[in-house]
């Protein structure tokens, strides 16, 4: 099993930054790949962003391309998502998560709360 603990949510004027932090513990050599997710009161959990724990390929939703970057650091096993030109619709709480395989991931953190101010 693996356990994700996530930091660096908080509140932030529209066009600021933040970086959000994913520690994981526990079985991490066996991960493929881990991504963040984020939910909006009254909306479904969507993806945001992933990566591959080897080779680090990485993958974006639309309304990530081209202002979050996702970035892993094997050695600490954590996974960071740089957050820029923030958008008062980026606010939502922001999980990370974790999968051994090809498909649904079967480890989530807490979540940690973004709030973007307009």
């Known amino acids: 099993q693996v356990q994700l603990v996530e930091s660096g949510g908080g509140l932030v004027q529209a066009g600021g930054s933040l970086r959000l932090s994913c520690a994981a513990s526990?079985?991490?050599?066996?991960?493929?790949?881990m991504g963040w997710f984020r939910q909006a009161p009254g909306k479904e959990r969507e993806f945001v962003a992933a990566?591959?724990?080897?080779?680090?390929?990485?993958y974006y939703a639309d309304s990530a391309k081209g202002r979050f970057t996702i970035s892993r650091d094997n050695a600490k096993d954590t996974v960071t998502l740089q957050m820029n030109s923030l958008k008062p619709e980026d606010t939502a709480l922001y999980y990370c998560?974790?999968?051994?395989?090809?498909?649904?991931?079967?480890?989530w953190g807490q979540g940690t709360q973004v709030t973007v101010s307009s």
């Open positions: 998560a974790a999968t051994y395989r090809f498909g649904q991931y079967d480890y």
């Open positions: 526990g079985r991490t050599g066996s991960i493929y790949r």
């Open positions: 990566i591959t724990w080897s080779g680090g390929s990485t």
